[in-house]
Nanobody, 124 residues
Framework: QVQLVESGGGSVQAGGSLRLSCVASGYTASFNLMGWFRQPPGKEREAVAAIYRGNPSTSYADSVKGRFTIFQDNAKNTLYLQMSSLKPGDTAMYYC?????????????????WGQGTQVTVSS
């Protein structure tokens, strides 16, 4: 089994920055793909960014390209999401996920394990 625990969420004004963290524990060798997803209030969950642990290559949703950066520290089994130039539209519950695939997929179908989420609120 794999456990994912997110942290780092909070409230910030538009234009500000936050860094989310996700610590993985358990059988961490069982996945090679990690990603961040978010669910805005009243909307469906959407992909934000993904990283393939092997190379590591990355993918981003168009809405966050140039503003968010996904990276990992394999020695600490920790995934990060550095968020800059935040907008009110980035307000959401952010989830860390892990799975297996051959490239950094943004499809939720590739992810088997999910964290409980951390809330990010951006005010104008």
């Amino acid at each position: 089994q794999v456990q994912l625990v997110e942290s780092g969420g909070g409230s910030v004004q538009a234009g500000g920055s936050l860094r989310l963290s996700c610590v993985a524990s358990g059988y961490t060798a069982s996945f090679n793909l990690m990603g961040w997803f978010r669910q805005p209030p009243g909307k469906e969950r959407e992909a934000v960014a993904a990283i393939y642990r092997g190379n590591p290559s990355t993918s981003y949703a168009d809405s966050v390209k140039g503003r968010f950066t996904i990276f990992q520290d394999n020695a600490k089994n920790t995934l990060y999401l550095q968020m800059s130039s935040l907008k009110p539209g980035d307000t959401a519950m952010y989830y860390c996920a892990a799975g297996s695939w051959s490239f950094p997929s943004l499809s939720s179908r590739r992810y088997n394990y999910w964290g409980q989420g951390t809330q990010v609120t951006v005010s104008s």
